[in-house]
C-alpha cells in the first residue's frame, strides 16, 4: 500500500515536468533540449537557498526564475542568433552543469535538517507519503487551472497558432519569436518549479538528477495520449497528469519483477519507445484487419 501511494505522490510531483514540457513539445512544437539542464538548475537554486536560510516558498519560487531565465537565453539564442533549435537547447543544458555547480559549490547539496515545503505540522501529521500526494495535487493543479485560464486568453490562443503555423500566425501581426521565447520561458521555469519540489520532497540536488529528465517528461505525455485518445487541449493537460501516475505505475511494476533501480533509464526509454511505437501499430493492424476482410468477402462471392 505505501508503494502505491508513494507511486501516486511522485507521479503528481512529476506531473509538473510533463506538463511544462507539454507546452513546448506539443503546442510551440519545439524540441527543447534545455529542461535537462533547467531541472537541477531549480533543484540547486532551492536547495542552496534553503540551506542558507531561505523559507521553502522564497526558494521555490527562486527556482521557477532561474528556470525562466535559462529558457530565455535558450529563445534568444534560438530567435535572435539562429541557431538550430537542438543546438540552442543544448548549449544552454550544458552551460546549467557549471551553473549549477557554481551554485551548489559541489556536486550535491542536502537538506538535512532543514525545513522545506513538506516539514509544515500539517503535512507532517498526514501518514506516510500522503505529504507527497498533497503538495503534488496542490500544484498541478493550480499550475493546470493557471495553463488553462492563460490558453484561453488572446495571448494564449496567439501562442497556439505560433505552434501550428507560425506563417499563418506573422500573417496575422503576431509576433512569433516573442510567442517562442515566451512558451520557452514559461515551460522552463515550470520544469525549475518541478526541479525545486522534487529536490526538497527528496531531502538533496545533486548535479546529475537532470540526466534522463526529458524521456520522463515525454512518457507522461505520450502515455496519456495513447490511453485517452482524441481529446480537446484542455484535457489533454490532465491526461499529462494521469499519464505521469501511470506511469509510475508502470516503474512499480517492473521493479517489482526484480530489476535494479540502475536501469530506470533504461526503462524509461524503453517505455517511450512503445508508447510512441503503439498508435502506429495500432493503425497496421487495423489496415491489416482491413484488408484481410476484404480479401475475405472478395473470396466468399
Request: net charge neutral.
Amino acid at each position: 500500500m505505501s508503494m502505491i501511494v508513494s507511486s501516486i505522490g511522485q507521479g503528481l510531483l512529476w506531473a509538473i515536468l510533463g506538463v511544462a514540457l507539454f507546452l513546448t513539445f506539443r503546442i510551440l512544437n519545439f524540441p527543447d533540449m534545455t529542461v535537462e539542464g533547467t531541472f537541477p538548475l531549480g533543484a540547486a537554486t532551492a536547495v542552496t537557498a534553503i540551506s542558507h536560510g531561505v523559507s521553502p516558498l522564497m526558494a521555490t519560487a527562486l527556482a521557477f526564475v532561474t528556470g525562466a531565465l535559462a529558457g530565455l537565453i535558450t529563445g534568444l539564442l534560438y530567435t535572435k542568433g539562429k541557431i538550430p533549435i537542438l543546438l540552442a537547447g543544448i548549449l544552454v543544458m550544458t552551460a546549467c552543469l557549471s551553473v549549477n555547480l557554481r551554485i551548489m559549490g559541489g556536486a550535491n547539496v542536502s537538506l538535512l535538517g532543514k525545513k522545506t515545503v513538506f516539514s509544515s505540522q500539517f503535512l507532517q501529521s498526514l501518514p506516510k507519503y500522503f505529504d507527497s500526494i498533497y503538495v503534488g495535487l496542490l500544484m498541478i493543479v493550480i499550475v493546470t487551472i493557471i495553463l488553462i485560464l492563460f490558453l484561453q486568453t488572446n495571448l494564449g490562443q496567439a501562442f497556439i497558432v505560433t505552434g501550428d503555423n507560425p506563417v499563418m500566425a506573422r500573417s496575422f501581426g503576431i509576433n512569433t519569436d516573442n510567442m517562442t521565447i515566451m512558451g520557452l520561458m514559461l515551460s522552463n521555469g515550470l520544469i525549475g518549479l518541478g526541479g525545486a519540489l522534487i529536490s526538497q520532497n527528496n531531502g538533496y540536488a545533486d548535479i546529475n538528477m537532470g540526466i534522463g529528465i526529458i524521456v520522463i517528461a515525454l512518457a507522461s505525455i505520450i502515455i496519456g495520449e495513447v490511453v485517452f485518445g482524441e481529446l480537446t487541449l484542455n484535457q489533454r493537460l490532465v491526461a499529462v497528469t494521469l499519464g505521469s501516475i501511470l506511469y509510475r505505475f508502470v516503474l512499480l511494476i517492473v521493479l517489482q519483477l526484480g530489476f535494479s533501480t540502475n536501469d530506470l533509464n533504461l526503462l524509461s526509454a524503453i517505455i517511450l519507445a512503445v508508447c510512441l511505437m503503439l498508435p502506429n501499430l495500432s493503425k497496421s493492424l487495423k489496415l491489416d484487419h482491413v484488408i484481410t476482410k476484404g480479401v475475405e468477402n472478395n473470396e466468399t462471392k
